[in-house]
């Protein structure tokens, strides 16, 4: 490393983060130029576009019911 430029450095890093995510994660390809990882789905995307609605109407109307019902969202979105 300590012969190594700042962009050296930053490119070999990159690629080690890259390469460790792929390896763990994994992706599919959904078409040539376009990957996601395997977990996500169309069912996650919407429980979380969800959780973000119950968000914005707990911010809307700060009560304890609407904080409640976004925390069992949380926790539903986190268990997929």
């Known amino acids: ?10 490119y070999q890093f990159k690629q ?8 763990n994660c994994g992706t599919i390809t959904i078409n040539k130029n376009k990957k996601q990882t ?6 996650i ?4 576009k969800n959780k973000k ?4 109407l707990y911010l809307t109307n700060k009560i304890t019911e609407n904080y409640t019902v976004y925390k069992q969202q949380r926790i539903k979105v986190k268990e997929m």
């Open 1 to 10: 490393w300590k012969d190594l430029n700042l962009q050296q450095r930053w």
């Open 16 to 23: 080690t983060i890259l390469t460790t995510a792929k390896e």
């Open 38 to 43: 395997r977990w996500w789905n169309q069912e």
């Open 45 to 48: 995307k919407d429980q979380v």
């Open 53 to 56: 609605k119950k968000w914005n």
